[in-house]
Each structure stands twice: as structure tokens, then as C-alpha cells.
């Protein structure tokens, strides 16, 4: 069965620091790595998409890179700012077991501190 | 305006009574899903559709119901079988299982 899991489960910056969140899973046979970013008490939005057969994205000030073989995903955050706080969630699709369905990790909560 | 919406925004169920969340989308999605999110979790699958009348059950279906009547429609009800059925329910759409999911505000419930 896929798991996923986020490291640190919390983390607090002050503001303009550039930042990483990190991302691992157990089964390598996936289709893709989503981000998601949650504001409290609000739905998911989409923030970077990487394909398996790609090894990074990017968007802005987020960079997303992807290592399939070994299981794990950075979300690089640069100059970070106040208003990138939030909940910052993974998902994979796929897994031999999961299909295309997308399995979460619990997510890394952001403070940026001004 | 394109997007997903769900209804109402806050719901409240009585002990023994079953409620239904709504979850429509104007994207012209083939798949759509319903998640539960519980306090400092992340999501888990209750169940989802890949087409018109026809759904399969997620990770966690059971006291959980659905109904793929329509394309755009994807009602899930809560049912006086699930016992533990406070959390932030979230549905999501996409155009094909293995693109990216897009998601609706979500409806909170609450046990009266």
C-alpha cells in the first residue's frame, strides 16, 4: 500500500528565507507527484504537477523536483513571504496497489513570520 | 465562472439522521472524488467516479454512500452507520484519474 509522508509536520521562518519541504513515498511505480497548497478551513489548490518521466517544475518562486527510484519530492519555496503560509500538502498517484487514485501525505504547516 | 462547489458550507447532523453534501462542477470533468480531512491529517479517499452512473469505493466507504447520476453532480450522504462523522469533507474533479485533481471549498460537519 502507498505511503506518504512530510517532513517537518511544522515550520516556522522569518520572512525572505528560502525554504524546503520534503516529501516521501514507498512505492516508486507512480504516474505523478502533486503539491497542494490548503489555507485553513479552505479547499486544495494545485501548485506544481510533476509527470514520473520529469525530474522538476517550476512556478514562480516554487520549485518542485522529483527523484522516482529513490521516493522522494522537495518543494523549494524562495524568498519566502508572509502570505506563503499555509499547509503545504504532497500527493502521489499510482502505486501498484493504488492505481491512479492520489494518496496524501499529512501535510507541513508554513509560518512565514514578518 | 468555472469550478467546483459544494453545499452548504456548515452542516449539522443529529444522532441517527442521514445528510447529504452536494459537489457540483462545470469543468466538464470525466472523474470526480470525495475526500474526508480530519484535524491535522491529510485527505483520505471515501469514494470516487471515473464516469456517469458508475463509482467505486475509496479507503474508507463504510457508513458512506454516493450517487454519479449526472456528469457534473457527485452526492455523497452520510449515513446513520458511520458513527464518527465529524471532519471537513472535500470533493474534487479531473479530467482523466492520472491528471491533476481540482477542489471544491468544503463542507464542514458537525454532530449535534
Known amino acids: 500500500k502507498q505511503e506518504v509522508t512530510q517532513i517537518p509536520a511544522a515550520l516556522s521562518v522569518p520572512e525572505g528565507e528560502n525554504l524546503v519541504l520534503n516529501c516521501s513515498f514507498t512505492?516508486?511505480?507512480?504516474?505523478?507527484l502533486q503539491w497542494f497548497r490548503q489555507d485553513p478551513g479552505k479547499g486544495l489548490t494545485s501548485l506544481l504537477l510533476?509527470?514520473?518521466?520529469?525530474r522538476e517544475q517550476t512556478s514562480g518562486r516554487l520549485n518542485a523536483s522529483l527523484d522516482k527510484s529513490s521516493g522522494r519530492s522537495t518543494l523549494y519555496i524562495a524568498a519566502s513571504q508572509p502570505g506563503d503560509s499555509a499547509t503545504y500538502l504532497c500527493?502521489?498517484?499510482?502505486?501498484?496497489?493504488?492505481?491512479?487514485?492520489?494518496?496524501f501525505g499529512e501535510g507541513t504547516q508554513l509560518t512565514v513570520n514578518p | 465562472d468555472g469550478g467546483i462547489t459544494q453545499s452548504p458550507k456548515y452542516l449539522f447532523r443529529k444522532e441517527g439522521q442521514n445528510v447529504t453534501l452536494s459537489c457540483e462542477q462545470n469543468?466538464?470533468?470525466?472523474?470526480m472524488y470525495w475526500y474526508r480531512q480530519d484535524p491535522g491529517q491529510g485527505l483520505r479517499l471515501i469514494y470516487y467516479s471515473q464516469i456517469v452512473n458508475d463509482f467505486q469505493k475509496g479507503d474508507i466507504a463504510e457508513g458512506y454512500s454516493v450517487s454519479r447520476e449526472k456528469k457534473e453532480s457527485f452526492p455523497l450522504t452520510v449515513t446513520s452507520a458511520q458513527k464518527n462523522p465529524t471532519a471537513f469533507y472535500l470533493c474534487?474533479?479531473?479530467?482523466?484519474?492520472?491528471?491533476?485533481?481540482?477542489f471544491g471549498p468544503g463542507t464542514r460537519l458537525l454532530v449535534l
Open positions: 474534487a474533479s479531473g479530467e482523466l484519474p492520472q491528471e491533476t485533481q481540482y
Open positions: 500527493a502521489v498517484c499510482g502505486g501498484e496497489t493504488s492505481g491512479s487514485r492520489l494518496t
Open positions: 469543468l466538464n470533468h470525466d472523474a
Open positions: 512505492d516508486s511505480a507512480i504516474y505523478n
Open positions: 510533476i509527470q514520473s518521466s520529469q
